[in-house]
């Protein structure tokens, strides 16, 4: 059985938020203010695996996208899968009417996608084994 890279790119994206949640959520807390680091707050294997993971994804959709003709998807890529930006911002920023803005999404979510399938980031569980 086949899986759409779409869907591949939409699981590897969720597990992306989650990624930088956890690291925003986590990040610097026992570099800024030590007496506030729990006995157990560090955790090597976890952390760097969703660090690997949130590189792994941004590196993918580079690796898709690197043609100088995508060189807008690119942005669009950076600017909302990877930097969360809102939708409305995004789409303002970029100038596209929500006909484009669609076109380029399944655009970016088939090619990155297939590329994700291919860096054997998906399933998520495979990756983090």
Known sequence: MSVKPELVFDVCWEV???AREVLESKRGISALKPEKAGKFLWRPDVKARLNEWVADFALAGQAALDE???ASRMVMFRMYYLGMAPY???????????????????EIRRRCGAEMLRRGMF???????
């Open 123 to 129: 399933p998520p569980r495979k990756y983090f084994g």
């Open 88 to 106: 409305e911002t995004a789409r303002h920023f970029l100038g596209l009417s929500e006909m484009n803005w669609v076109n380029w999404s399944e």
């Open 68 to 70: 100088p003709d995508r």
């Open 16 to 18: 992306y938020r989650g």
